[in-house]
């Protein structure tokens, strides 16, 4: 069964408004999570690393006053995308940290579409 | 900085034909993973490769790890159209949790 819980799958949302993506660890407790940002037919780009009970951590070029991140609790990571414009839509996945060297565990994903 | 760059970045096969995609990373790793990506859909895992010399096999498709080269290789043996898909490989290091993933290999196998 699915290991990480992403939701909604799709949304479509008018410029200026603002979404928020959850992110749930299902079967264990997760300190971290990982957003990443997937335009069409290119890589996985990784934004920014959730971290539960402090700030998150973005990578260079990521606004962080855009992209609100929220763990919330070891369960749970938001990623709210403030202000939306067309250019924000995206395909955004979030994974959790497996045990040890284990892979990263990838939710479905969400895609964004900003009009 | 890792970096990881992966090649073809394009690969349009025959069915029954054997070939291999190649992914070489820029600064020491000690972990390298496969990831499949069908459209439209999220990552599956495919493989871990953690030490020199590591190939695993899964049905059509073998990983292998040479970390004094830096580099991978996902090889497809007898592919069939099942296999479509883009195929990442992302290299980790430290005791970091991140990943830095390649550009991807688009694999489309004809009939």
């Known amino acids: 069964g699915a290991v990480v819980s992403q939701h909604p799958s799709w949304v479509i949302c008018k410029s200026g408004t603002s979404v928020k993506i959850e992110c749930r660890s299902l079967?264990?407790?997760?300190?971290?999570m990982f957003w990443y940002r997937q335009f069409p037919k290119q890589s996985l780009m990784l934004m920014a690393t959730?971290?539960?009970?402090?700030?998150?951590?973005?990578e260079q070029g990521v606004e962080k006053d855009k992209f609100l991140i929220n763990h919330a609790s070891l369960t749970l990571s938001t990623l709210t995308v403030t202000s939306a414009h067309p250019e924000d839509s995206s395909f955004y996945i979030c994974?959790?940290?497996?045990?040890?060297?284990?892979?990263?565990?990838f939710g479905n994903g969400t895609r964004l579409t900003v009009t | 900085e890792l970096k990881v760059e992966q090649n073809p970045l394009f690969l349009s096969m025959q069915e029954g034909k054997n070939y291999t995609i190649y992914c070489n990373y820029s600064t020491t790793s000690d972990r390298l993973y496969w990831y499949r990506q069908d459209p439209g859909k999220s990552l599956e895992s495919l493989f871990v490769?953690?030490?020199?010399?590591a190939v695993k096999q899964e049905g059509r498709l073998m990983a292998s790890l040479d970390t004094k080269a830096r580099l991978s290789t996902l090889h497809i043996t007898a592919a069939v159209h099942d296999l479509s898909a883009t195929y990442f490989c992302a290299a980790g290091s430290g005791g970091s949790e991140k990943l830095v993933f390649g550009k991807g290999t688009k694999l489309t196998v004809n009939p």
């Open positions: 490769l953690l030490s020199n010399g």
């Open positions: 994974s959790v940290p497996g045990q040890g060297s284990s892979p990263l565990h």
């Open positions: 079967d264990f407790q997760a300190t971290t």
């Open positions: 959730s971290n539960e009970g402090s700030k998150a951590t973005y």
